[in-house]
């Protein structure tokens, strides 16, 4: 892990990311780049009016004092930081950002869904979950600790699944101690016996090549993915959740259905996803 995109709005749950970063940025050494987007209009960058562009230079330079106080943390002493001030609240930014400075992660805090403005309420999230092409880790409160010692990733176990949870692992075997693919055993035309879901795993293992790796196999019983996942973590009191996410979809996993976007929203626990 190289490089770990952060963007912040200046709230208490940029610090919350922020905080979360510094440490994985210790950990592994990595640069972060922390990203603030200026909330320019387009008619107001572009325009050639003396006025306008005072406004915006005088804009800037105030995003630049606040970015400097809100940077000035102990938490980041010693660690390589990039600030980065966008023009636009165009959250799609961060993808492209991301992507150019060739990212590992993007660590976001989120409150769920608001009424406040900021880039940290639940939909604009979700936004940058689907835009990103980078894993992103979602956090919603103060970190204890980046030690997770188990997070648990939902997988269907299907053979079109293999490649994005062997991406999917290769973070999050950086980041927990244990990993454990859950399958989410849902009623009516999905249900599967235990037997036919033991065949399911066993095929998927060995076209994966994952018996090697620190991972283990679980599943549930539930009426949905999303009360599953939440139900199982609680149950082993687990640190984090991963899941697959479809770009265009929006939060939709590949359970053969969609799972909810409240579970970005809804989960205590620290979420991390990927691009399928």
């Known amino acids: 892990?190289?490089?770990?995109?952060?963007?912040?709005?200046?709230?208490?749950?940029?610090?919350?990311?922020?905080?979360?970063?510094?440490?994985?940025?210790?950990?592994?050494?990595?640069?972060?780049?922390?990203?603030?987007m200026l909330e320019?209009?387009?008619?107001?960058?572009?325009?050639?009016?003396?006025?306008?562009?005072?406004?915006?230079?005088?804009?800037?330079?105030l995003a630049n004092k606040r970015f400097e106080e809100f940077l000035d943390k102990p938490y980041l002493e010693g660690v390589h930081v990039t600030p980065l001030?966008?023009?636009?609240?165009?959250?799609?930014?961060?993808?492209?950002?991301?992507?150019y400075e060739k990212a590992d992660l993007v660590v976001m805090g989120s409150r769920g869904h608001s009424?406040?403005?900021?880039?940290?309420?639940?939909?604009?999230?979700?936004?940058?979950?689907?835009?990103?092409?980078?894993?992103?880790?979602?956090?919603?409160?103060?970190?204890?600790?980046?030690?997770?010692?188990?997070?648990?990733m939902a997988t269907d176990f299907m053979e079109e699944s293999i490649s994005a949870v062997e991406t999917g692992l290769e973070l999050l075997n950086q980041l927990s101690e244990n990993v454990i693919l859950l399958h989410v055993n849902l009623p009516n035309l999905?249900?599967?016996?235990?037997?036919?879901?033991d065949?399911?795993?066993?095929?998927?293992?060995?076209?994966?090549?994952?018996?090697?790796k620190n991972v283990n196999i679980d599943f549930i019983a539930d009426h949905n993915v999303e009360d599953g996942?939440?139900?199982?973590a609680r149950r082993i009191n687990a640190d984090a959740v991963a899941m697959i996410t479809h770009g265009r979809k929006g939060l939709s996993h590949f359970f053969g259905g969609s799972i909810s976007e409240d579970l970005v929203n809804h989960a205590k626990?620290?979420?991390?996803?990927f691009r399928k």
Do not use: C, W
């Open 85 to 99: 001030i966008k023009h636009h609240k165009v959250l799609k930014e961060v993808s492209d950002v991301a992507n």
């Open 1 to 36: 892990m190289k490089k770990i995109i952060i963007p912040v709005d200046f709230s208490i749950h940029s610090e919350y990311a922020l905080e979360t970063g510094a440490a994985l940025a210790k950990k592994h050494n990595a640069e972060l780049i922390i990203m603030h």
């Open 115 to 152: 009424e406040h403005d900021g880039i940290f309420t639940g939909s604009n999230t979700e936004k940058v979950v689907r835009y990103s092409e980078i894993p992103v880790l979602v956090v919603k409160s103060k970190p204890e600790s980046i030690e997770f010692k188990n997070i648990v």
């Open 229 to 232: 996942v939440l139900s199982y």
């Open 199 to 212: 065949e399911r795993v066993s095929e998927f293992m060995k076209q994966s090549q994952l018996d090697d």
């Open 269 to 273: 626990r620290p979420v991390v996803t």
């Open 190 to 197: 999905s249900f599967m016996s235990s037997d036919e879901i």
């Open 40 to 61: 320019l209009s387009e008619s107001l960058i572009s325009s050639s009016s003396n006025a306008r562009n005072e406004e915006t230079a005088f804009m800037l330079m």
